[in-house]
């Protein structure tokens, strides 16, 4: 059974930064995935087994970073410079093949809230 627990949300004034993790059982491509109230969840970023290879979607470039810790089988979303639009349900997703375009394992999902 795989699991993945995320931490780190919460409610945070726009300009500020939160860090998100995500513990996971074992080791697997990593990504996250946001929700928005009323629209669909979206792709936010993902990282590979190593953490050599990331991506980022347009609207968070330049504003979050992925990250891994492979010894703890966590990974990281830092997100900083944070805008009203970015809140939203954070979702942690694992999946057992970098190349596979569907995610395998879905975490419970955090709540950030950014304030204007």
């Known amino acids: 059974q795989v699991r993945l627990a995320e931490s780190g949300g919460g409610l945070v004034q726009a300009g500020g930064s939160l860090r998100l993790s995500c513990a996971a059982s074992?080791?697997?491509?990593m990504g996250w995935f946001r929700q928005a109230p009323g629209k669909e969840r979206e792709f936010v970023s993902r990282?590979?087994?190593?953490?050599?290879?990331?991506y980022y979607a347009a609207s968070v470039k330049g504003r979050f970073t992925i990250s891994r810790d492979n010894a703890k089988n966590t990974v990281y979303l830092q997100m900083n410079s944070l805008k009203s639009e970015d809140t939203a349900v954070y979702y942690c997703?694992?999946?057992?093949?970098?190349?596979?375009?569907?995610?395998?394992?879905w975490g419970q999902g955090t709540q950030v809230t950014v304030s204007s």
């Open positions: 997703a694992a999946k057992n093949s970098n190349y596979a375009d569907r995610w395998d394992y």
């Open positions: 074992g080791r697997y491509a």
């Open positions: 990282i590979n087994h190593s953490g050599g290879i990331t």
